[in-house]
C-alpha cells in the first residue's frame, strides 16, 4: 500500500494543482486503507470472501458436491451446498483465506451451524 502512497504523494508534489487539504484528505485515505489491509482476516469475512469468488470450482471437494453444476460457474445455491459440508469448507478456508480466518475453525463453525439452525 506504500506504494500507491507515494505515487498519490508523487501526483500532488508538482505534477498536479492540489491545495493542502487536499493532500491531507489524500493522506488519511491512503491511511485508512493501508490500515483496513493490514486488519486480520476473521471467519466471518472469509466466508463472505468465498461467498463472492468465482474461484471455488477449483477445489475438488467443491466440484465433487456441485455436480449439477457446468463446470464453469457457480451460484449462491450450489456454494450454500458445499458449505455444508464442514471439512470441504475448511479446505476451502484454508485455501483462500489467512491462517487467522481458520484458527480456530471448530469453534466458529459450531457457532455458524447453530446460528444457521435457530434461523429456521
Known amino acids: 500500500m506504500n ?3 507515494l ?6 508534489s508538482g505534477l498536479c494543482h ?5 493532500t491531507e484528505v489524500l493522506d488519511e485515505l491512503c491511511d485508512t486503507i493501508k490500515a483496513k489491509t493490514l486488519e486480520p ?3 466471518y469475512s472469509c466466508m463472505m470472501k468465498i461467498l463472492k469468488s468465482n474461484t471455488i470450482l477449483e477445489y475438488d471437494c467443491v466440484r465433487a458436491k456441485n455436480k449439477s453444476s457446468n463446470g464453469t460457474e457457480i451460484t449462491m445455491a450450489d456454494t450454500a451446498v458445499f458449505m ?5 469448507t475448511r479446505t476451502v478456508m484454508e485455501g483462500m ?3 487467522e480466518a ?3 475453525f471448530d469453534i466458529e463453525w459450531e457457532i455458524h ?6 434461523q429456521f
Not at 505515487?7 to 500532488?12: V, W
Open 7 to 12: 505515487k498519490f504523494q508523487d501526483c500532488y
Open 18 to 22: 492540489v491545495n493542502q487539504n487536499m
Open 41 to 43: 482476516e476473521t471467519y
Open 113 to 118: 451451524q447453530k446460528s444457521a439452525r435457530n
Open 3 to 5: 506504494g500507491h502512497k
Open 97 to 99: 483465506c489467512d491462517k
Open 102 to 104: 481458520v484458527s480456530n
Open 84 to 88: 455444508t459440508d464442514k471439512e470441504c
